[in-house]
């Protein structure tokens, strides 16, 4: 058997110059692993190419209940761990509303900074009461795709946070793979469907679901602001991280 050498020339350049890599803005995203929606969402409603995304994920069961939320705390500092671990990140945003209610902020945010100290974090449902505040909404309806015992850990953390909930509708969906494939008019038809004369906005949860698609059309149909999970996290996640763009297309929440 014989063996062959290269009789190429491998020069060398001898200039070779660098910057600070990609993104003035810098997003460490830990979503979920069976989270079909964040990232999509995330790129979709980009502001700018300043901004750059670094996605890890943790392993969540198809279930989503509170055993289940609660088990992602095992895996949360991992997930951390690898977001360009030798990189700036200005933001890491945890993308689990229910996990987020389940474990509480505090708990997932000590977690990620085992990994990361010092790095800002954000979760949906910090993300949406930050907005509540921004938009000036203190009544607010409340619409998710979760099972009765991950509404209660959902309702009394935003009670926590201050909000006063108006009222609070659910498809009571177990499964996290048919959070995803909720239709999005399945979302509109049941938000617009429901008085809102109690209300200052309507919040829809869940990180899963497709709701940013039609957020902009459910603020038209019920004259009230819409924050989604998903358009809240970034939005949170784009001014801990420094960028003070707006745009148009997802809800007035990124138009303020």
């Known amino acids: 058997m014989s063996t062959s050498t290269s009789q190429h020339d491998f020069e060398e350049i001898a200039v070779a110059r660098y910057d600070e890599g990609p993104g003035k803005y810098r997003i460490g995203l830990i979503a979920t692993s069976n989270d079909y929606t964040t990232e999509r969402d995330f790129i979709n409603m980009r502001p700018t190419d300043d901004v750059a995304l670094f996605t890890s994920r943790v392993q969540f069961a198809t279930d989503c209940s509170v055993p289940s ?37 505090e708990r997932v945010r000590d977690l990620i900074h085992a990994a990361r100290p010092g790095v ?34 959902i309702a009394d953390n935003l009670v926590r946070y201050g909000t006063e909930i108006s009222s609070f509708s659910s498809f009571k969906i177990l499964d996290n793979e048919l959070m995803a494939r909720l239709a999005p008019e399945t979302i509109y038809d049941a938000a617009v469907n429901r008085n809102y ?24 149909a019920i004259g009230k602001p819409v924050i989604t999970a998903v358009q ?8 801990l991280a420094g960028c003070q763009s707006t745009f148009s297309g997802y809800g007035q929440l990124l138009e303020a």
């Open 69 to 105: 939320l609660n088990a992602m705390a095992a895996r949360i500092t991992e997930a951390a761990a690898l977001l360009v671990p030798e990189g700036r990140l200005d933001v890491i945003a945890y993308s689990c509303t229910s996990g987020t209610a389940a474990m509480g902020f």
């Open 120 to 153: 800002a974090c954000t979760t949906p449902l910090t993300a949406a009461a930050a907005a509540f505040d921004r938009l000036g909404a203190h009544r607010i309806s409340v619409l998710t795709p979760y099972t009765d015992d991950v509404n209660s850990v």
């Open 197 to 220: 004369s109690g209300s200052d906005a309507l919040f829809i949860s869940c990180t899963a679901i497709r709701a940013v698609e039609v957020a902009a059309r459910i603020e038209a």
């Open 232 to 239: 809240a996290l970034y939005w949170h996640a784009l001014r």
